[in-house]
């Protein structure tokens, strides 16, 4: 007890003196003009009046063209003004992106489709800003060069939550076009991918680690999976995070997920070295469930044959 008052008066003493130095060192006009840029932190801005019903209006509109899906848009694409958004629940949290489960609707119709949306991690949820709710309440008043080292991290962690959000929503976009098995890209909007959700009424697809396919269905799905990388190093790329984790089924289709760390492969100096262990990440899968090592070192030949490298 005695401690913890002792270190209360050390600290009540301190920021005493911080603010007296602050006094002393500015005018009256700057100290008014700091005063004005802390408390814009703490301005919500203007109250947005959401919708009557669902989580937020739709964001498609947000978008610019760039940012939505390769045309022609299919079918189901709501694009709506009036649309609303539901958040219907966590689909898969990761260390850099959570996956929900959106529905986007037109309200008083039967208009409405399920969608994943892929929301890369800024800043109010790394450990950064925990660690500042974590001491929340202990400083009356940050200094102003935390205050401004806060901004700049927010800031830097908002803009590499951008950067992968796009480099995913490109990857999609490049792969959907040239045929590989991906969700079809719908829009981004700064960190949020929304894909195409991939399932049976609201539950998602097992990844190809969870299934148990027979003889029949494992050749099928080696097929596919061979197609796709083919597909995909015809354009230069590896998937770079290839595994029976990114991969998921439904109705007998594989379908490729997670694609934001995509490796040009004669870019990058790895690129092969990329390849090579994509192959083997889901050949390993496919070689446990019965089939032959020898169909996996072909894929292997005819890959890198593909990407000049053999
Ligand atoms: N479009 C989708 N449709 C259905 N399920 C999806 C979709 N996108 C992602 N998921 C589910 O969410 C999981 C995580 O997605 P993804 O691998 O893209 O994110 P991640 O943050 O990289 O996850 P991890 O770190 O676990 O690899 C997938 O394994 C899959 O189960
Ligand atoms: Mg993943």
Not at 185 to 197: A, D, K, Y
């Amino acid at each position: 007890m005695v401690r913890k008052s002792d270190n209360t008066s050390t600290f009540e003493s301190t920021r005493r003196r911080k603010r007296l130095d602050e006094d002393e060192i500015f005018s009256p006009e700057e100290q008014a003009r700091f005063e004005a840029m802390r408390s814009e932190d703490f301005d919500e801005g203007p109250i947005d009046d959401g919708p009557p019903v669902g989580d937020r209006w739709s964001i498609w509109d947000d978008s610019e063209p760039l940012q939505r899906g390769p045309k022609p848009w299919p079918e189901w694409i709501v694009t709506d003004l009036g649309a609303v958004d539901y958040e219907l629940g966590v689909l898969k949290t990761g260390k850099e992106a959570d996956v929900f489960l959106i529905e986007r609707a037109v309200p008083d119709t039967d208009r409405a489709v399920l969608m994943a949306s892929k929301r890369y991690r800024s800043a109010e949820h790394t450990q950064f800003n925990r660690a500042g709710d974590y001491t929340a309440g202990r400083t009356a008043r940050r200094s102003r060069d935390r205050r401004a080292m806060e901004k700049r991290t927010r800031f830097g962690l908002e803009q590499a939550a951008g950067r992968w959000a796009a480099a995913e929503f490109d990857a999609l976009k490049r792969l959907y076009a040239v045929g590989v098995a991906v969700p079809y890209p719908v829009q981004i909007l700064g960190t949020e991918v929304i894909m195409e959700f991939i399932g049976t009424g609201r539950t998602a697809a097992p990844r190809l680690a969870e299934t148990k396919p027979d003889e029949v269905e494992l050749e099928s799905l080696w097929e596919q999976a061979c197609e796709n990388l083919r597909l995909m190093t015809e354009q230069g790329f590896a998937h770079g995070d290839l595994s029976p984790y990114n991969t998921v089924v439904h109705e007998g289709r594989l379908v490729v997920l997670d694609l934001p760390q995509i490796v040009d492969i004669y870019a990058n100096p790895k690129g092969g070295q990329f390849l090579i262990r994509d192959i083997e990440n889901l050949g390993s899968w496919f070689t446990a469930k019965g089939l032959e090592r020898h169909d996996v070192d072909e894929l292997m030949n005819e890959l890198l044959t593909i990407a000049g490298m053999s």
